[in-house]
């Protein structure tokens, strides 16, 4: 099976930085995404950003030009660098990562992280 672990969350003031990371281990034979999403209390589940295979990125629009998310394969890690944080930001942040367990089965499963929370506040 394969699993993601999030860590990099915590306590941080408006305008401060954070850097989550997310590592996937187990039976992988691809992964064709890796992204965060975040959950607010009250709010439902939204994508803040994604990486495919190729290197394409989206970005929800509100952490455009604040966040940049990266990805390391060699590590099968991606990453969320998150800059000028604001109370809006608070959220639980979860990896999540499209991936391909074997060639032979050749079919992809979405796998997600426990979570790390971010809170950003004076």
């Known amino acids: 099976q394969v699993q993601l672990v999030e860590s990099g969350g915590g306590l941080v003031q408006p305008g401060g930085s954070l850097r989550l990371s997310c590592a996937a281990s187990?039976?992988?034979?691809?992964?064709?995404?890796m992204g965060w999403y975040r959950q607010a209390p009250g709010k439902e589940r939204e994508l803040v950003a994604v990486?495919?295979?190729?290197?394409?990125?989206n970005y929800q629009d509100s952490v455009k030009g604040r966040f940049t998310i990266s990805r390391d394969n060699a590590k099968n890690t991606v990453y969320l660098q998150m800059n000028s944080l604001k109370p809006e930001d608070t959220a639980v942040y979860y990896c999540?990562?499209?991936?391909?367990?074997?060639?032979?089965?050749?079919?992809?499963?979405?796998?997600w992280g426990q979570g790390t929370q971010v809170t950003i506040s004076s």
């Open positions: 187990g039976s992988i034979f691809s992964i064709n995404a």
């Open positions: 990486v495919a295979s190729r290197g394409d990125t």
């Open positions: 999540h990562a499209l991936i391909t367990t074997t060639r032979a089965m050749g079919v992809i499963f979405s796998y």
